[in-house]
DNA sequence: TATTGTTATACTCTATAACTATA
DNA sequence: TATAGTTATAGAGTATAACAATA
């Protein structure tokens, strides 16, 4: 497939029609606008950004959010599944848990099973969190996303799906 | 709506039916898998991932190409318009603008209207690997959403926009 | 010998404050 | 006074190497 390349304005000049508008043009984003990973991160951050917003007074970010919306359906998970589910390092899953673990949100048990490893449980406290803060999430997905109809919602998600499972 | 929250099967317990298994048993994602940006992210993760080998041997990483692809189209155009288009900060940009009029991919010229402002200009060297990048982007974005059908990658790129445009 | 959790560390990405020169 | 481009810098996110304890 060549490079469509028509109509190239040369963004130094005028407006077209316009009464030299100095203003912000809007650049044309013609091959961009086409790629999946570029409207997958765009859509992503927008999403991000309320999730930072509302997520606040529970002083949860995306990935918190992720580890203890985990452990709540997952009770005793080790931090080697964790890591594997959410495609996160294991280095940078120990101060996080740490964290939490300061926070009381979360217990380490020793796992019956693998004297290694860690099994990962909410305290009642987590519990109440991640219950409250999953409400929110819904509510907040909702929000940004409240341009599409609930069956285009459904669409997108498992078309997204289809690119990375 | 209440919190989805029906069978809650402890980590730590063998796999059902399974004989002791003790390997990594997939964690329950019911709630992060009907987020979009949970999804989002996962898939561009996927896309990014075959970016950046591919684009290896051109020198460029993501921003580079939106920057270089953005010039190709609109020739002439600002820091600033490059900024607000792409949604990078102004001194993000800064050493990635100065690194491709290194490598002499692009031109800083004077405003022809604008004392403060640089107009920026792709060098023929800088058209010519855009060129090839784009036909390179085209192709890993196919791969990399293989298994969509033209239709539905159409279908998933229009309801990512209905989201942040 | 391989794996779990961990420390230390480095590199990238993103964000903020402040300066300069033009408008 | 406001804006375009820039500098310096700080913070978050992500990556690798290496170690102790256990399998």
């Not at 963004?11 to 409207?39: C, H």
């Not at 109809?149 to 498992?158: I, M």
Request: some cysteine.
């Amino acid at each position: 497939m060549a490079t469509t390349r028509k109509k190239i304005p040369d963004a130094t000049a005028p407006a077209t029609g316009g009464a030299a508008a100095l203003k912000a043009e809007r650049l044309d984003t013609s091959v961009l606008e086409k790629l999946v990973g570029y409207n997958a991160r765009r859509a992503w951050l927008v999403v991000t950004a309320l999730f930072a917003e509302r997520m606040a007074v529970y002083g949860l970010k995306q990935a918190d959010f992720s580890v203890l919306s985990l452990l709540a359906h997952n009770p005793g998970a080790t931090s080697r599944e964790l890591c594997a589910t959410l495609d996160i390092l294991p280095p940078n899953l120990v101060s996080l848990i740490a964290a939490m673990d300061s926070r009381g949100l979360i217990e380490r048990r020793p796992h019956p099973r693998d004297g290694r490893a860690l099994g990962l449980h909410l305290t009642p406290a987590g519990e109440q969190l991640i219950a409250e803060a999953e409400r929110a999430v819904v509510q907040l997905e909702a929000e940004a996303s409240a341009r599409l109809s609930a069956r285009e919602r459904g669409t997108l998600v498992r078309l997204l799906q289809k690119v990375y499972l």
